[in-house]
Nanobody
Framework: QVRLVESGGGLVQAGGSLRLSCAVS????????LGWCRQAPGKQRELVAT???????SYADFVKGRFAISRDNAKNTVYLQMNTLKPEDSAVYYC??????????????WGQGTQVTVAS
């Protein structure tokens, strides 16, 4: 069984930064893609960023230039550096892992999530 454990969320002022971490553990599953999704109250879960085995990354338009995803294969950890945060970035952020090279937000994110709140 694969576990995804997120951490690093919190309350930050608009314009500030946070770094989220996700520890991926469990055997028998070697994800081709890791990523981050988010879900705000009353909204659908959406994909934020993806990083693949070859190191390539992709971002949702609403975070391009502000967020950066990275992974440490030795630590089985994926990170999301979030800069220039906006109130509309407030959401529960979920780590995601997929055997495909792309992420399906509802299917691939099963951790408990970490709350990010950006105050204006």
């Amino acid at each position: 069984q694969v576990r995804l454990v997120e951490s690093g969320g919190g309350l930050v002022q608009a314009g500030g930064s946070l770094r989220l971490s996700c520890a991926v553990s469990g055997s028998g599953f070697n994800p081709k893609a890791l990523g981050w999704c988010r879900q705000a109250p009353g909204k659908q879960r959406e994909l934020v960023a993806t990083i693949r085995l070859d190191g390539s990354t992709s971002y949702a338009d609403f975070v391009k230039g502000r967020f950066a995803i990275s992974r440490d294969n030795a630590k089985n950890t994926v990170y999301l550096q979030m800069n220039t945060l906006k109130p509309e970035d407030s959401a529960v952020y979920y780590c995601a892992a997929s055997a495909r090279d792309y992420i399906l937000p509802l299917l691939d994110s099963w951790g408990q999530g970490t709350q990010v709140t950006v105050a204006s």
